[in-house]
């Protein structure tokens, strides 16, 4: 018989394309509001990769990425891309984006971002939400996708991605500690289910 295997809770981040300072700050708050306390806060990269973004948004774009204290299961990718995007309209100034969230999670071995786009190598979940693998772990960092973003691709927020991961794995290792230490007291008090303990 197959036994269905639960999945480890995943460390959810934000990539976010700004040009305004006040929107990037209104973003930020709002993002913990909905998502918890940040743990990892970057520096802010120049976003030079490509112009695409510039007739809605302006010149001069940056990128921060920011990581969320709190693991969460990894299906909660969707709902968080329609939180997001509805942050995206909230703080839209003529029907422009001021800030464009690029949500998603890493776990030991991959990173995944959400999408509102279809294409090839990209997974359906769910209410027009998309999941694109765009790196796995290997030899010490993670490698991009050949169809990731140019600016993931680069390297330029490798040291970042590793710190995040760092964060991930202790934060892991407490929370599968945690989970025995749980199991080990219900299991002596006669209750295995943990959902009560």
């Not at 990539?15 to 993002?31: E, K």
């Not at 971002?113 to 765009?134: E, F, H, N, V």
């Not at 590793?162 to 202790?170: F, H, I, N, P, S």
Request: charged share 25%; aromatic share 12%.
């Amino acid at each position: 018989m197959v036994k269905l295997q639960p999945p480890d809770p995943v460390k959810f981040f934000a990539a976010i394309l700004w040009a305004d300072l006040t929107a990037l700050q209104r973003a930020l708050l709002l993002l913990q509001e909905r998502l918890g306390p940040l743990d990892y806060v970057s520096v802010d990269y120049r976003f030079d990769v490509t112009h695409y973004y510039e007739p809605e948004m302006g010149p001069n774009l940056y990128r921060r990425l920011i990581s969320f204290l709190h693991l969460q299961l990894p299906d909660k990718l969707a709902e968080y891309k329609l939180l997001t995007t509805a942050l995206e309209m909230c703080l839209a100034r003529d029907g422009n984006r001021l800030v464009n969230v690029d949500i998603g999670y890493l776990d030991d071995n991959k990173i995944v971002l959400a999408s509102c786009k279809r294409a090839g190598q990209k997974i359906y979940l769910t209410d027009g939400i998309w999941a694109d693998l765009i790196a796995r772990y290997k030899q010490g960092k993670y490698q991009p996708m050949e169809w990731g973003f140019l600016d993931f691709k680069d390297g330029r927020y490798d040291d970042d991605l590793l710190k995040m991961r760092a964060l991930y794995l202790e934060q892991l290792r407490q929370w599968r500690q945690l989970g025995r230490s749980q199991g080990e007291r219900c299991a002596s008090e006669g209750n295995t289910d943990r959902t009560q303990s």
